[in-house]
């Protein structure tokens, strides 16, 4: 019995996306700390350039921060139009090569060239070929990782930026992550990274030394995922059509809000915009749930489903009653309201039954 080839992925991720977009379309911003985002008391960095994060300005930044370590920063508001336009573009790069693509976002996406549409047998070439492409078409610089995961993949597109390439062979790959910090390990966020430093772990090579059943037992399920990544073995294949599992609408609001009254006027609107995205999609899910960011950050959900999917009329009686259910003793910086228990993923999962031919009729 012969194995399955190695399978060879690449990870595209533009370079400080919807910077870049706006620094190529005003010359006279290319060069200069720039974000996009408001610049307002309550707005959000949605993106940073290179030049800006020099000064220590990273997305998802307070604007009033933002601005104190960088007086000189250019604030420009978000053209998703425009983004969305040049992600069309870049994709059609990604499909010269390979129908196997996996966006993660309109500036991120897995390609596996294993088999590829144009016959090369080097997937670091295919990744040299698809960056220049999208600079020649889009005027945009795109960095690059290749490996025989996804994990690893994502990992190095990392290694090189801005406007570089990496790749993780697979006889590197167990020595790479032994050396490897935690908190650079595609996967692990902040709040994981510390529970682990808070163990001992610092490097792949210290999460290496814990058992298994050790790591489940700090972890739950994620502890199989740490085991394994750590080795270097992740099985995901290259999804080509992600299903969407929820839609949702939020809103940061100028001033924290408390009283009920000013908290429900606020939610309308939200949940208007919501409905208008469900009419958009067509989508339908069973689950109503909101969301509740307080002004010390703090979050909480609450949710309700459904046996049926809600109508429109529904969602805001639902979006009403998880309001008002119980009483804040914190102001409320941020509402969303969301959807999830879609349609499609149940449709998705009928066909997948479908599919499911017993072994004696094949």
Not at 79 to 86: A, C, G, H, L
């Amino acid at each position: 019995m012969t194995s399955p080839p190695i399978r060879k992925i690449i990870h595209v991720d533009m370079d400080a996306f919807y910077a870049s977009v706006e620094q190529l379309d005003h010359p006279q911003w290319r060069g200069k700390p720039l974000v996009v985002g408001g610049n307002a008391a309550r707005g959000v960095v949605a993106a940073a350039s290179y030049e800006a994060r020099k000064f220590g300005v990273y997305s998802a930044m307070p604007s009033v921060l933002a601005a104190r370590k960088c007086p000189q920063l250019i604030f420009a508001p978000a053209r998703f139009d425009r983004y969305k336009e040049i992600s069309s573009q870049i994709r059609e790069v990604f499909y010269e090569y390979t129908d196997l693509v996996e966006p993660l976002s309109m500036d991120e996406a897995f390609m596996d060239v294993t088999e590829n549409k144009m016959g090369l047998k080097s997937a670091i070439l295919i990744a040299k070929q698809v960056r220049q492409k999208i600079k020649e078409r889009t005027g945009l610089n795109a960095s690059a990782g290749v490996s025989y995961n996804k994990f690893l993949a994502k990992i190095a597109s990392d290694l090189n930026k801005p406007n570089g390439q990496a790749v993780i062979l697979p006889e590197e790959a167990e020595a790479f992550l032994e050396k490897l910090p935690i908190k650079k390990f595609f996967g692990i966020g902040k709040v994981t990274a510390e529970k682990m430093s808070g163990l001992g772990i610092h490097t792949g090579n210290d999460l290496k030394q814990f058992s298994l059943q050790y790591l489940t037992r700090k972890f739950g399920k994620s502890g199989i995922h740490y085991f394994n990544i750590v080795r270097g073995i992740h099985l995901s294949e290259v999804q080509p059509h992600r299903i969407r599992k929820s839609l949702s609408a939020e809103n940061t609001f100028e001033k924290d809000i408390l009283a009920t009254e000013e908290l429900l006027a606020a939610l309308k609107p939200i949940c208007d915009e919501l409905i208008k995205r469900i009419k958009k999609s067509g989508i339908k899910g069973r689950t109503v749930t909101l969301k509740i960011k307080f002004s010390d950050f703090t979050q909480q959900t609450r949710s309700k489903t459904q046996e049926q999917y809600p109508d429109e009329e529904s969602i805001w009686s639902i979006a009403q009653e998880l309001l008002i259910q119980e009483s804040f003793s914190k102001s409320i910086r941020l509402l969303g309201l969301g959807i999830s228990n879609l349609n499609i993923i149940e449709e998705h999962q009928h066909f997948g039954e479908q599919l499911k031919i017993p072994y004696e009729a094949q």
